[in-house]
């Protein structure tokens, strides 16, 4: 996908989830629809900007096609995740509905998984390059 229809479809996703809210306000706004719009406002923007600083290197599979080491990546080695879950949680929380971060106590080993695939395929493709750039950044 590319980056002008990520941004699109983010665009359109916070804007159907405002008009809703615009037609439907929570009564009355609490501390959880307060701190899930700002997690929201947080996590979903980063997240787009990780997933168009990981460019074409993007892949449902693990796949290495290429070492992504500026922006977000210069940090931390998973933003679409880290950013990705922090805005779902979001919405969970200005939905009112904090049961569903359970759904996070089974996603987490998943996501764990699937990191540590894709830490195996850039090692593999990209040995010592690699192992120097996880050594300088986290998640």
Do not use: C, D
Not at 90 to 98: N, Q
Not at 134 to 139: D, I, P, V, Y
């Amino acid at each position: 996908m590319k980056p002008e229809q990520r941004i699109i479809g983010l665009v359109l996703l916070l804007g159907g989830m405002a008009y809703f809210f615009w037609l439907y306000p929570p009564n009355p706004w609490t501390w959880m629809q307060t701190l899930g719009v700002s997690m929201m406002v947080v996590g979903f923007p980063l997240w787009l900007a990780a997933h168009i600083q990981l460019g074409s290197s993007f892949a449902v599979a693990a796949q290495a096609r290429a070492l992504v080491t500026r922006g977000l990546y210069a940090r931390i080695r998973n933003p679409i995740y880290v950013f990705g879950s922090i805005g779902i949680a979001g919405a969970f929380l200005l939905l009112g509905r904090p049961y569903l971060l359970l759904i996070f106590v089974a996603l987490i080993p998943l996501q764990v998984v699937r990191t540590r695939k894709e830490a195996r395929a850039l090692e593999e493709k990209f040995a010592e390059e690699y192992r120097n750039y996880r050594r300088g950044t986290s998640l």
